[in-house]
Nanobody
Framework: QVQLVESGGGLVQAGGSLRLSCAAS????????MGWFRQAPGKERDFVAA????????YYADSVKGRFTISRDNAKNTVYLQMNSLKPVDTAVYYC???????????????WGQGTQVTVSS
């Protein structure tokens, strides 16, 4: 099992940047694929980005491709989401998730953090 804690959210102006971090407990972090998802008020939880256990493969939602970068440091048990050129539509609670396979479906990730709020003002 793994426990996840996100940090790095906040309020930023449109065009700005934020870096989210997700720290994982446990010795098996390097065996999990990791994903970032987001949920805006009244909307479903949407896929943002995912990275394989080794970090060699990444997937991105079309809406963030070219602006967001997912990375991981297995020595630090941490996955990151660098968010650049932020837009008001990026406003949401951002969650990290861990799972056995590199997928974009939130229901296939068994482990979730508590989320961190990102607000982008226009």
């Amino acid at each position: 099992q793994v426990q996840l804690v996100e940090s790095g959210g906040g309020l930023v102006q449109a065009g700005g940047s934020l870096r989210l971090s997700c720290a994982a407990s446990g010795r098996t972090f390097s065996s999990y694929a990791m994903g970032w998802f987001r949920q805006a008020p009244g909307k479903e939880r949407d896929f943002v980005a995912a990275i394989s256990s080794s970090g060699d493969t990444t997937y991105y939602a079309d809406s963030v491709k070219g602006r967001f970068t997912i990375s991981r440091d297995n020595a630090k048990n941490t996955v990151y989401l660098q968010m650049n050129s932020l837009k008001p539509v990026d406003t949401a609670v951002y969650y990290c998730a861990a799972g056995p396979a590199l997928v974009i479906v939130p229901g296939l990730y068994p482990y979730w953090g508590q989320g961190t709020q990102v607000t982008v003002s226009s």
